[in-house]
């Protein structure tokens, strides 16, 4: 999936995820280190990449975005639905993938 095939929601949350320090030091880093140790090892799994980013940090994503910017009322899991989710984190793997093969590592 393309950045540019994203819906509103999806947008927003990959967004939030990728253009704040916070967030990437707190939530992406440890996932893109474990993906890319599994990269190396020659054990990465697509599907569980996807799973890990969509079941677990992009929900601490969605989490931080209703902290800062939606309302009290309004619970996270209708700001971002499991398809919002599932629309980024499908993005970034791809992203993270095409950096992996070309050699590009975080260290």
């Not at 980013?53 to 601490?60: F, G, K």
């Not at 969605?62 to 639905?81: I, N, V």
């Amino acid at each position: 999936m393309e950045l540019s095939n994203l819906s509103p929601s999806a947008s927003e949350l990959y967004f939030h995820a990728s253009h704040n320090a916070d967030i990437h030091r707190a939530y992406m880093l440890p996932a893109f280190l474990n993906l890319q140790r599994k990269f190396k090892k020659g054990t990465f799994s697509y599907e569980l990449g996807l799973k890990l980013l969509r079941q677990y940090t992009l929900v601490s994503v969605a989490k931080d975005y209703r902290r800062e910017h939606g309302s009290m009322s309004q619970p996270w899991h209708e700001l971002f639905t499991i398809q919002d989710r599932a629309e980024v984190a499908a993005v970034i793997l791809d992203e993270l993938l095409c950096e992996f093969r070309i050699g590009n590592f975080y260290y």
